[in-house]
């Protein structure tokens, strides 16, 4: 029983939009972007990309003068800051097409 409740958690998280966060560390900026952004977490499975880490050469090479950049599902959504109503009306759009 335990296992199948498990296995029906991780069901539901893939089912939430993925927001990826391009990031290294440190980043200030993505620490501040982060709590901005803190009350519509979780609405999302938030995935974390280190661009200065071994085989994301071309994340860096894309955004290294613009971290924070956030992606939602893949698609380009914001740089250099959060923006939390931004977010929350993409969100809000994906929720209502489903």
């Known amino acids: 029983a335990i ?3 498990k296995l029906d958690t991780r069901e539901s998280e893939h089912s939430l939009p993925v927001l990826t966060l ?12 982060k709590d901005q952004l803190k009350d519509l ?3 999302v499975r938030v995935v974390e990309v280190d661009i200065e880490k071994p085989g994301n050469e071309a994340w860096r090479q894309c955004y290294r003068y613009d971290i ?4 939602l599902d893949g698609q380009f959504l914001m740089k250099h800051k959060a923006d939390p109503d931004l977010l929350e009306e ?4 994906l929720a209502s097409a489903s």
């Open 90 to 93: 993409r969100l809000d759009a």
């Open 3 to 5: 296992l199948i409740e």
């Open 41 to 43: 977490l979780p609405r």
């Open 22 to 33: 391009y990031t290294k560390h440190p980043c200030p900026l993505c620490d501040v972007a």
């Open 68 to 71: 924070p950049v956030f992606h």
